[in-house]
């Protein structure tokens, strides 16, 4: 069974960084695309950052230029940097597949949060 947990979140003003991680078992993690989801209260969960398994990257239009996705194959983990934080990413921070590159949502998480002050 796939296992994900992730971790690194917490509070931090506007302007600060986190560094996010994600630890993956349960299955072979080094060809698996794999994504950074966010999710308020009230939303529908977003992607925010990808990583396909050769490394490529993409991110949604809020995040571009101040998020950085990147992967560990040896460690299982796939780690998002978030840096010049503002009070709208304020979420709980989930990773999982992404579909969209042929890899298939887990079971989801228990997410971390992530709360930034203005």
């Known amino acids: 069974q796939v296992q994900l947990v992730e971790s690194g979140g917490g509070l931090v003003q506007a302007g600060g960084s986190l560094r996010l991680s994600c630890v993956v078992s349960?299955?072979?993690?080094?060809?698996?695309?794999m994504g950074w989801y966010r999710q308020v209260p009230g939303n529908q969960r977003e992607l925010v950052a990808a990583?396909?398994?050769?490394?490529?990257?993409n991110y949604a239009d809020s995040v571009k230029g101040r998020f950085t996705i990147s992967r560990d194959n040896a460690k299982n983990t796939v780690y998002l940097q978030m840096n010049s934080l503002k009070s709208e990413d304020t979420a709980v921070y989930y990773c999982?597949?992404?579909?969209?590159?042929?890899?298939?949502?887990?079971?989801w998480g228990q997410g971390t949060q992530v709360t930034v002050s203005s």
């Open positions: 999982n597949g992404d579909p969209r590159y042929g890899t298939r949502w887990f079971d």
């Open positions: 349960g299955t072979i993690f080094m060809g698996n695309a």
């Open positions: 990583i396909a398994g050769g490394g490529r990257t």
